[in-house]
């Protein structure tokens, strides 16, 4: 049986810091399945989700742990329940606009209003191009419940965007068909 672990690390950036947490899923017969990782701050930040043959979970994650000797933070959580799909539309939600405090909180306040569940969201700050003033974007993908008005939710993100003076893209995105693997099929890469 192959279980699916989620783990998060940090700390202090230094070259080398994905191989070795691709070489510990490797040797533990783990499948590198997603990541999002990053240099913030001069910290590297990562999340992955790997799966592994359910008799190797104690040795990886004990593996992994050991790396916190080196000066990282690691966490590791096993998915063992099948979260609940779901089943609302996908939106793709994108601000920008000159960076203020506040943008982030007004906006996922908003969304959580109308129990929104935002599967991805990513921010940044960077200079504008013809003025330099430092803009801040946020974009997300959101999944969002059949009991939430659609119609009711663009309104309250316009009037937070026109509050704030950004621009906003609001836009259902097209529904992702469900992959279907026959017996055999590699589902992913090996790391």
Do not use: Y
Not at 49 to 69: D, I, T
Not at 114 to 142: I, P, W, Y
Not at 144 to 162: D, F, G
Request: a negative charge; one cysteine or more; charged letters at 25%.
């Amino acid at each position: 049986m192959q279980l699916s672990l989620v783990v998060t690390v940090i700390g202090r950036e230094r070259p080398g810091l994905v191989d070795c947490l691709a070489s510990l899923v490797t040797v533990h017969g783990g499948n590198w399945l997603e990541s999002r990782m990053s240099r913030l701050g001069g910290q590297f930040a990562g999340i992955l989700r790997v799966q592994v043959p359910a008799e190797n979970e104690a040795v990886l994650v004990r593996s992994l742990k050991e790396l916190e000797r080196d000066g990282l933070t690691v966490v590791v959580h096993s998915e063992r329940p099948k979260p609940e799909e779901l089943v609302g539309p996908m939106v793709f939600l994108e601000i920008v606009g000159q960076d203020r405090p506040g943008i982030v909180h007004q906006v996922s306040h908003a969304l959580a209003s109308h129990a929104v569940n935002v599967e991805q969201l990513d921010t940044e700050c960077g200079s504008a191009a013809m003025s330099g003033e430092t803009l801040f974007k946020v974009r997300a993908k959101l999944n969002i419940p059949e009991s939430c008005n659609l119609v009711a939710l663009r309104q309250e993100l316009e009037k937070i965007a026109e509050d704030l003076i950004v621009d906003l893209t609001f836009k259902e995105l097209p529904v992702e068909p469900v992959k279907v693997s026959s017996p055999g099929s590699a589902q992913g890469q090996t790391a």
